[in-house]
């Protein structure tokens, strides 16, 4: 089992639709969470920082949930920009560690 | 445009040789990491150094090495290359400390024949 799981993808969803991203990462050591984004052929650049009060930034939404190891990525109203993979990112001692990633398609 | 660049773009190289690729750190960035991609897969942690100390290494084998440099530049040395090496390289700078914002450069993309 990966130490950070995430949705399989790809999702293919309408312009204007709500999005979720799950995440679950397997060590209760992990220290810290975020959210990259990745466009294709690009560099992943940070997206949100991920804190158990949760936080907001705009049309997005991140949730951590430390009792069950899981992270959340809420995007509504989505846009065609919006198409991206998303990779949930856990840091655990020296180490960071990335999920697959999730693929997303906004359909116009 | 991060401020993070990586040299050279692109690379061919023959399986059992030697290689190096670089990377320049985003001003005011002490801490340096590296990660490889294989196609369609999330990026691996190789390694990261800070103040020009490895201070934490992902589960890379021992012919995958680095170095920082006192200007925080960064190379990372690969020997006797294989095929699976085949990758997108990627380099990522920060302030410090494992819970600040990385910058990723562009990338080095590296195909082992």
């Known amino acids: 089992r990966k130490e950070v799981e995430q949705d399989p993808g790809p999702f293919n969803v309408p312009e204007g639709a709500t999005v979720a991203f799950n995440c679950t990462y397997s060590n209760s050591a992990s220290q810290s969470f975020f959210w990259y984004r990745q466009d294709c052929r690009k560099e992943p650049k940070l997206l949100m920082s991920v804190y158990s009060s949760g936080n907001e930034d705009g049309r997005f939404t991140a949730q951590l949930n430390r009792a069950s190891q899981y992270i959340s990525l809420l995007i509504r109203d989505s846009k065609l920009s919006d198409s991206a993979t998303y990779l949930c990112v856990v840091t655990r001692d020296d180490k960071i560690i990335f999920g697959k990633g999730t693929r997303l398609h906004i359909l116009p | 445009e991060t401020g993070v660049t990586q040299s050279p773009t692109h690379l061919i190289k023959t399986r059992g040789q030697q290689v190096t690729l670089r990377c320049s750190s985003q001003?005011?960035?002490?801490?340096v990491s590296w990660y490889q991609q294989a196609l369609g897969q999330g990026p691996q942690f190789i390694f990261q150094y800070y103040r020009e100390e490895e201070n934490g290494r992902g589960n890379f084998p021992p012919r995958f090495s680095g170095l920082q440099f006192p200007n925080y530049s960064s190379e990372l040395n690969v020997n006797a290359l294989e095929l699976d090496d085949s990758a997108l390289y990627l380099c990522?700078?920060?302030?410090?400390?494992?819970?600040?914002?990385?910058?990723f450069g562009q990338g080095t993309r590296l195909t082992v024949v």
């Open positions: 990522a700078s920060s302030a410090s400390g494992w819970d600040t914002e990385a910058f």
């Open positions: 001003s005011g960035h002490n801490t």
